[in-house]
Structure formats: C-alpha cells, structure tokens
Nanobody
Framework: QVQLVESGGGLVQGGKSLRLSCAAS????????MGWYRQPPGKQRELVAA??????NYADSVKGRFTISRDNGKNTVYLQMNNLKSEDTAVYYC?????????WGQGTQVTVSS
C-alpha cells in the first residue's frame, strides 16, 4: 500500500518562504511524474507545479517564486515557495504517479498573512 506523507506547511508572513516535502512509502517502483496542487478556500483544486525526469511545469501565478524538485531515485518531491503572497493561501496536496496510478497526500495548510 503506497502512502504519502506531507510536511512543511504553516502560517507565514507575506514575502517569506516555506518548503513543502512529500515522501511516498510502500512501493519498489520510482515515480517519473510528481506534482503539487492546491485548493484555496472556496475554490477548486489547481495545479501548482509538476516534475518528470526531464521537465518541470508551473502555474503562471507561481512562476519565478516556486521551485519543484525531487530526490533522484526516491519517491520524494519538494516545493520551495518564496515571496509568498496572501493569494497562495490554500491546502497543498502532493501527487505521485506510480505505474499510471495517482497517489495523493493528505494535504497541508499554508496560510500567508498580509
């Protein structure tokens, strides 16, 4: 059974930084496709950033501020968030795809105060 554990969320002032981590256990296969999503209050879940073995992709709203990365050879993905803004407030979820099946983290709250 694959399980994902997220960490790193919290309350932070605008302009500051946070780093989210997501680690998957329970699989001998390494994912080639990982991502971070977020769900702001009252809104739908949206893609923040995604990473494969050769590419990264970002939502326009976070380009230049957020960086997605991974541990090579491990099912671990990170999201470095700099210059946070109040509109970044949301529950953040990681997704790790293993053998075409998506696995999701439990979500971690990020709150940015202005």
């Amino acid at each position: 059974q694959v399980q994902l554990v997220e960490s790193g969320g919290g309350l932070v002032q605008g302009g500051k930084s946070l780093r989210l981590s997501c680690a998957a256990s329970g699989s001998i296969f390494i994912s080639n496709d990982m991502g971070w999503y977020r769900q702001p209050p009252g809104k739908q879940r949206e893609l923040v950033a995604a990473i494969t073995t050769s590419t990264t992709n970002y939502a326009d709203s976070v380009k230049g501020r957020f960086t997605i990365s991974r541990d090579n050879g491990k099912n671990t993905v990170y999201l470095q968030m700099n210059n946070l803004k109040s509109e970044d407030t949301a529950v953040y979820y990681c997704r790790i795809t293993i053998l075409v099946k998506d696995y999701w983290g439990q979500g971690t709250q990020v709150t940015v105060s202005s």
